[in-house]
């Protein structure tokens, strides 16, 4: 299967800072990349959709100012949370298709990045 | 408006035996139902997925049965194992998976010995 990195695996900041989350899809382009979040014991909720080279597509809820989302290359997504607070500490994953893949409604996720705001 | 429900919540399964989880959703466009297994401080990994022009799909000790007019799809784990431990979502989305997943709620598994 595809393979989806993201990095850092594990961060801790203060509160008031920013942090930059990488996702990087290692061996097929990635036109099309989501941003979740996940909280302890509970599923996956969609935060955003990034396409290539536009603006990505939030979800409801979602400060669009607070979580800003970069998609610069078929490769590589970022996800910046800005001014982060305790309440923004969760699980953040991406995931990524390839529609030019057999199979391309598949979506590939990265092992996620855990978040925790101090 | 949970457009997934996923059931059990939690499920304990003896060595051997068969894990069977069920998902049911509401939205007739949905056309493409992946299950993800995920281990804890992990990303989910796609198990199997199915669309809906046919009912069953096999791949090794994993089954999805679905059921299109009942609007239901199943998970099943033949010979289950304690390396199957782990929590597994029902997902759902439209277009043939151009539209984002909407996921169930999960259901944690234990299988034990």
């Known amino acids: 299967g595809a393979v989806v990195s993201q990095h850092p695996s594990r961060v801790i900041c203060k509160s008031g800072t920013s942090v930059k989350i990488e996702c990087r899809s290692l061996?097929?382009?990635?036109?099309?990349m989501f941003w979740y979040r996940q909280f302890p014991k509970q599923s996956l909720m969609l935060m955003a959709t990034?396409?290539?080279?536009?603006?990505?597509?939030?979800e409801q809820g979602v400060e669009k100012d607070k979580f800003l989302i970069n998609h610069a290359s078929l490769t590589l997504s970022t996800l910046t949370v800005t001014s982060a607070h305790p309440e923004d500490s969760s699980f953040y994953i991406c995931?990524?298709?390839?529609?030019?893949?057999?199979?391309?409604?598949?979506?590939?996720f990265g092992p996620g990045t855990r978040l925790l705001v101090l | 408006q949970q457009q997934v429900k996923q059931s059990p919540q939690s499920l304990i399964v003896q060595k051997g035996g068969i894990s069977i989880i069920n998902c049911a959703y509401e939205?007739?466009?949905?056309?493409?139902f992946p299950w993800y297994q995920q281990f804890p401080g992990k990303g989910p990994a796609l198990l199997i997925a199915?669309?809906?022009?046919?009912s069953e799909k096999k791949e090794g000790r994993f089954t999805i049965s679905f059921n299109k007019s009942a609007k239901q799809f199943s998970l099943h784990i033949m010979d289950s194992q304690p390396g199957d431990s782990a929590t597994y979502f029902c997902?759902?989305?439209?277009?043939?998976?151009?539209?984002?997943?909407?996921f169930g709620k999960g259901t944690r598994l234990s299988v034990i010995a």
């Open positions: 061996d097929f382009q990635a036109t099309t």
């Open positions: 997902a759902a989305s439209r277009d043939s998976g151009n539209t984002p997943l909407v």
């Open positions: 990034s396409n290539e080279g536009s603006k990505a597509t939030y």
């Open positions: 939205n007739t466009a949905f056309d493409y």
């Open positions: 995931s990524a298709r390839d529609p030019a893949r057999p199979g391309g409604e598949t979506q590939y």
């Open positions: 199915i669309r809906p022009d046919v």
